[in-house]
Nanobody, 116 residues
């Protein structure tokens, strides 16, 4: 099992920045992919950004140039740096990792609200 704990969410004004963190523990030695998803009220969960074990990244078109996914292997932590936030970025954000041994694991979700 992999346990994921998100932190860093909250309320921010349009144009502001936030950094989300996702701390992993448990069976993390075979993680091959990791990513951030979000779900806004009344909408389906969508992929925001992901990173492979080799470090290659991909982003949703709506966040390209504004969000950056990264990781610190020494801390077993993944990050999502968000800048230029817009009201449409308001959602519950979830971190996700995939391991061929454990399958998909999800964090509990953290609220990000962009509002003046």
């Amino acid at each position: 099992q992999v346990q994921l704990v998100e932190s860093g969410g909250g309320l921010v004004q349009p144009g502001g920045s936030l950094r989300l963190s996702c701390a992993a523990s448990g069976s993390i030695f075979r993680i091959v992919a990791m990513g951030w998803y979000r779900q806004a009220p009344g909408k389906q969960r969508e992929l925001v950004a992901n990173m492979s074990s080799s470090g290659s990244t991909a982003y949703a078109d709506s966040v390209k140039g504004r969000f950056t996914i990264s990781r610190d292997n020494a801390k077993n932590t993944m990050y999502l740096q968000m800048s230029g936030l817009k009201s449409e970025d308001t959602a519950v954000y979830y971190c996700n990792v995939y391991s061929p041994i454990v399958g998909n694991s999800w964090g509990q979700g953290i609220q990000v609200t962009v509002s003046s």
